[in-house]
T-cell receptor
Framework: AQKITQTQPGMFVQEKEAVTLDCTYD???????LFWYKQPSSGEMIFLIY??????QNATEGRYSLNFQKARKSANLVISASQLGDSAMYFC????????????FGPGTSLSVIP | DTGVSQNPRHKITKRGQNVTFRCDPI?????LYWYRQTLGQGPEFLTY????????KSRLLSDRFSAERPKGSFSTLEIQRTEQGDSAMYLC???????????FGPGTRLTVT
């Protein structure tokens, strides 16, 4: 079974500063993808960024970038120039080619941006 | 592209009643997923469809739960004989293929009293 670890249940960052949210995963799959989603208090789940396991370049999307270290099985999200609207829960579910019964979102990390 | 829609947004029901939720995915997305999310937790996978075929069901999906996607478009999730433990947010998502991000709907919040 897959296991997702997000060791930071709660994070605080000053507005306009950068923040890194940690995510490690455990899988024996060779081919997989990693997503980061954001869930504000309104409840909607918003896709942020995707990294394929065979992608050599770290994914970037605007203010979001992934620090992907395949050997360490970690895919940390870096948010640059934090904004108040970044305050939300963040999840890093992996996408495995094996059974979807094993997709696990994990507990998430709560990010609070301080003005 | 109007996004994934779910109805109703909120449902309050008494224990023992049956409830049905509907999810309309983004048109032409052939994959559709159902998740359940309780307070303070991440979403838990329930089931997914590729077109009209239900390909995976989680162990969480007891025999009181049934999901359908009869024409490969919208999907329904029915819970029979609801229990207080069924109180949660039920999220639906769709994607064009397995390699793309899942687009989530706003969810249906179920409260069983």
């Amino acid at each position: 079974a897959q296991k997702i670890t997000q060791t930071q249940p709660g994070m605080f960052v000053q507005e306009k500063e950068a923040v890194t949210l940690d995510c490690t995963y455990d899988t024996s799959d060779q081919s997989y993808g990693l997503f980061w989603y954001k869930q504000p208090s309104s409840g909607e789940m918003i896709f942020l960024i995707y990294q394929g396991s065979y992608d050599e370049q770290n994914a970037t999307e605007g203010r979001y970038s992934l620090n992907f270290q395949k050997a360490r099985k970690s895919a940390n999200l870096v948010i640059s120039a934090s904004q108040l609207g970044d305050s939300a829960m963040y999840f890093c579910p992996p996408l495995m080619k094996t059974s979807y019964d094993k997709v696990i979102f994990g507990p998430g990390t709560s990010l609070s941006v301080i003005p | 592209d109007t996004g994934v829609s779910q109805n109703p947004r909120h449902k309050i029901t008494k224990r023992g009643q049956n409830v049905t939720f509907r999810c309309d995915p983004i048109s032409e997305h052939n994959r559709l997923y159902w998740y359940r999310q309780t307070l303070g937790q991440g979403p838990e996978f329930l089931t997914y469809f590729q077109n009209e075929a239900q390909l995976e069901k989680s162990r969480l999906l007891s025999d009181r739960f049934s999901a359908e996607r009869p024409k490969g478009s919208f999907s329904t999730l029915e819970i029979q004989r609801t229990e207080q433990g069924d109180s949660a947010m039920y999220l639906c998502a769709s994607s064009p293929t397995e390699d793309y991000e899942q687009y989530f709907g706003p969810g249906t919040r179920l409260t069983v009293t």
